[in-house]
């Protein structure tokens, strides 16, 4: 079976782990979770100081940057968590801080391409399910199959809600859904690498879905693009 790229690309909380996870379990691809390079970026900066409401202190961040490293290793479940510098960061790179940070972190253009300089290399080799923002359109755009995934605002808000409720956060709706909208804004209009449907991405709005559904239509492209 032909080994490819699939390049996973939507506005935040539309379930792009979800589906690019599951993808890579039934195929034994690798996953890798861009969102949570920029997000441990984000942390780094939180953690030195680099980084108020008001400015990142763009030059100090710049001399950090080659040298911060990120990867991702399996825990005893096999699923991949994040690393910072030697450190599992994966439940501190989930809060609605280090998210706003890495919105802002992400519009930097050196940060951008030190870590799509990264995320190519891990494709290299193809068999890589990849999710993000640019991953159909910058970082892979030659990839077999992109993935272009939408659904409402207030529906995204509300899932992510429930996932941070099921963690046991204390959240309410107006802020996750004001969170959300100031990604997506941040996201669609920044100059570096906006998100943008990649011309030859197939679009998939999955506000009414469900899971299941979405999963079946994914792994019938799948198999289309393999064999
Ligand atoms: O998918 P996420 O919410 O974990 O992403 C965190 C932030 O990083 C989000 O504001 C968008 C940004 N991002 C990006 O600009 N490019 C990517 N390839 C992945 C994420």
Same mark, same amino acid.
Do not use: H, K, Q, Y
């Given at each position: 079976m032909k080994k490819i790229i699939v390049a996973i690309d939507g506005? #935040? #909380?539309?379930?792009k782990s979800t589906i690019a996870k599951a993808l890579a379990r039934e195929t034994g691809y690798i996953y890798v979770d861009t969102g949570a390079m920029y997000r441990a970026i984000s942390l780094f900066c939180v953690q030195n100081g680099l980084m108020t409401d008001q400015e990142i202190k763009l030059e100090e961040l710049e001399k950090e940057i080659k040298s911060i490293s990120i990867e991702f290793r399996a825990n005893a479940a096999g699923e991949s968590e994040t690393y910072l510098n030697n450190i599992n960061v994966e439940k501190e790179i989930r809060s609605l801080e280090v998210a706003s940070g890495a919105s802002k972190i992400s519009t930097l253009g050196f940060v951008r391409r030190e870590l799509v300089r990264q995320q190519q290399l891990m494709g290299e080799k193809k068999g890589v399910v990849m999710d993000g923002?640019?991953?159909?359109? %910058? %970082?892979?755009?030659?990839?077999?199959l992109k993935l272009f995934l939408t659904a409402s605002a207030e529906i995204r808000a509300q899932r992510r809600m429930d996932e941070m409720l099921a963690k046991g956060e204390k959240v309410d709706f107006e802020t996750v859904l004001a969170n959300v909208i100031e990604r997506d804004e941040r996201d669609v209009n920044r100059?570096? #690498?906006?998100?943008r449907k990649a011309v030859d991405a197939i679009e998939i709005?999955? #506000?009414?879905?469900n899971k299941e559904k979405q999963s079946e239509m994914i792994r019938t492209l799948f198999a289309k693009k393999t064999f």
């Open positions: 506005f #935040s #909380s539309c379930g923002r640019d991953i159909g359109t %910058v %970082v892979f755009p030659n990839a077999e100059t570096e #690498s906006p998100l709005d999955n #506000s009414n879905i």
